[in-house]
């Protein structure tokens, strides 16, 4: 069971791309991840009430890592995907997610001081190597005239921002249960993004026709990606483990390739599949063998 619900939280994070992208000329970035996040605490508040006030103390020691996390994964992360695919495809956004290793083990080399070995930066540079296939469509030469897709650097910034947030969890509280750190999560992301979501909706958006489409995209981004990815994110961690269970993000390419051209008739070209190819092989060197290594030598 917990294959089907990993399987099931890729593909509902590779559906959240595709749809992100088939409304950016509906709904526009920043109101679309309001709605989604407003949409999502309403539908948890009812269980998560009696937890908040049940952690009143706990919350008020830990305000301010609480708040940082929330801001980085809630409201800065989501919020720049959407804004990247307003500019870019939902093919090379799922891709470029693939990346999300790479950079935790950057920044953790770089901040935290942790050591990593000449096989790991060689992954590194492959890694590296995939993503400016990628963002170049396979033409490295574009990087000397700058000529990069605006949006896959959004992309890449959200991507840089769930890194720092992955290595900040070891601050979390340890009291708190999943459900309520990632409720609280939930309205504090949505209680920053709402002043930028009103700037643009009065100033920025152009005005929303609710079609069925639009409703329907929206209900999807607040049940589907959020609250039961979260839901058969933990069960599958809880049974299989984080090292295990992290290998199962990778399929998100391969859902939103196939998602991608499907729904949205993007074309895969390849470079596409280039740049797959060298991304994963680089998480192999840089992530998957480290822990194949750390799991002899325990």
């Not at 090379?92 to 000449?118: D, G, H, M, R, Y």
């Not at 999560?185 to 002043?195: C, K, Y």
Request: glycine share 6%; aromatic share 14%.
């Amino acid at each position: 069971m917990a294959y089907l619900l990993l399987s099931l939280t890729a593909l509902f994070w590779a559906g959240n791309f595709v749809l992100g992208r088939s409304m950016h000329l509906v709904v526009s970035p920043i109101v679309m991840a309001e709605m989604r996040w407003l949409l999502a605490l309403l539908i948890i508040s009812p269980f998560l009430l009696p937890k908040l006030k049940k952690n009143k103390v706990i919350i008020l020691q830990h305000w301010p890592i609480l708040i940082l996390l929330s801001v980085l994964s809630v409201a800065c992360f989501n919020t720049f995907i959407y804004l990247g695919l307003t500019i870019t495809t939902a093919t090379n956004a799922t891709i470029l997610q693939s990346v999300i290793p790479i950079a935790i083990l950057i920044i953790s080399a770089f901040w935290l001081k942790e050591a990593v070995s000449k096989q790991q930066w060689l992954g590194v540079f492959i890694s590296l190597s995939g993503v400016l296939i990628l963002i170049t469509k396979g033409e490295l030469a574009s990087l000397l005239n700058y000529s990069i897709n605006q949006g896959d650097i959004y992309v890449l910034i959200a991507v840089i921002f769930w890194a720092v947030y992955s290595i900040l969890l070891r601050y979390r509280p340890a009291e708190l249960d999943g459900f309520t750190f990632f409720g609280i999560t939930v309205l504090v992301g949505s209680i920053a993004l709402l002043p930028f979501s009103l700037i643009e909706y009065y100033f920025y958006a152009p005005v929303i026709v609710w079609q069925n489409s639009a409703v329907l995209t929206i209900l999807y981004m607040a049940i589907f990606p959020s609250i039961l990815a979260y839901i058969f994110w933990n069960k599958g961690v809880k049974e299989l483990g984080a090292a295990k269970a992290g290998l199962f993000i990778h399929l998100m390419p391969c859902f939103g390739l196939i998602l991608s051209s499907f729904f949205l008739n993007e074309k895969i070209y390849p470079f596409h599949l280039g740049g797959i190819l060298l991304i994963f092989c680089g998480i192999y060197l840089a992530v998957f063998t480290k822990i194949r290594f750390a799991k002899v030598t325990n």
